[in-house]
């Protein structure tokens, strides 16, 4: 038997015990792998669908343009009780009989090839809306003018152009900065919990977190100069800005 050096993820640990089971009893292990940490293994397993936020949801795809991206040569596998037949899918009714073959036959990340419908809601689409929309409630149509005009009002107060008082006046009210951030605040809030079965979830959660440290600044109506400055408003959007950049680049 070949020493594959296997990980995988499942919502809940009581979902990969049978197939532990089965892989211990070939010679095999393998171990859990832990979201946001440094990926090291040959062949990855996804148990799908996931129990995530009060439903199941199939996040096959999004996780194999994942480790597409930054593990390309990772053989990424698919796992559930669909009778489907695919060198890069175990079927848990049906398991292969000869591992060592199944895995060697199976595709590596980088590889074009179809992911398993696994019947839950489909990541995939649900990160795309996320991110693009309809119209305009796009989260990037929403972010994009409160990093704007917040680089505005940073750049011209560091070249002393122009005070505070009257960037508020020109800039920030005139964008309605206020009801801006109230609205990104909600759409975030409203798709936060449905990331947590991604293996990129840490972005959000840095989000999240840049969102909290400069709350006060948006609670007192953006008019205190003070807390622009001290709470380094910009500098934690900037950050957001990132995150969000960084986790787009898996929509599929």
Not at 63 to 69: N, S, V
Not at 81 to 102: H, S
Not at 205 to 228: A, Q, S, V
């Amino acid at each position: 038997m070949a020493n594959f050096r296997i990980s995988y993820w499942a919502a809940e640990e009581s979902a990969a015990g049978f197939l532990g089971r089965q892989l211990q009893q070939q010679g095999l292990s393998w171990r859990p792998y832990e979201l946001g940490t440094v990926l090291d293994c040959d062949i990855f397993i996804l148990l799908s669908p996931v129990w995530c936020n009060n439903h199941f949801i199939s996040c096959d795809k999004t996780w194999k343009k994942y480790l597409e991206l930054n593990y390309p040569e990772v053989r990424f596998i698919s796992a559930g009780f669909d009778q489907i037949a695919q060198e890069n899918y175990i079927d848990l009714l049906d398991l292969p009989k000869n591992w060592a073959f199944f895995f060697l036959n199976a595709r590596i990340s980088r590889d074009a090839f179809d992911v398993i419908d696994t019947g839950g809601l489909d990541m995939s689409n649900k990160l795309r809306a996320f991110f693009e929309g309809h119209g305009n409630d796009s989260i990037l149509q929403i972010f994009s003018p409160i990093y704007m005009a917040l680089r505005i009002v940073r750049d011209e107060i560091n070249k002393g152009k122009n005070t505070y008082q009257k960037l508020y006046t020109e800039v920030i009210s005139q964008i309605q900065l206020t009801d801006n951030w109230r609205i990104f605040l909600y759409r975030f809030s409203n798709y936060y919990s449905f990331f947590s079965c991604l293996p990129f979830f840490s972005l959000f959660e840095m989000i999240k977190t840049h969102t909290e440290i400069i709350r006060p600044y948006f609670d007192e109506g953006c008019k205190e100069e003070l807390l622009f400055t001290q709470l380094g408003v910009m500098e934690h959007i900037s950050e957001i800005k990132r995150y969000l950049d960084e986790a787009e680049s898996y929509v599929r």
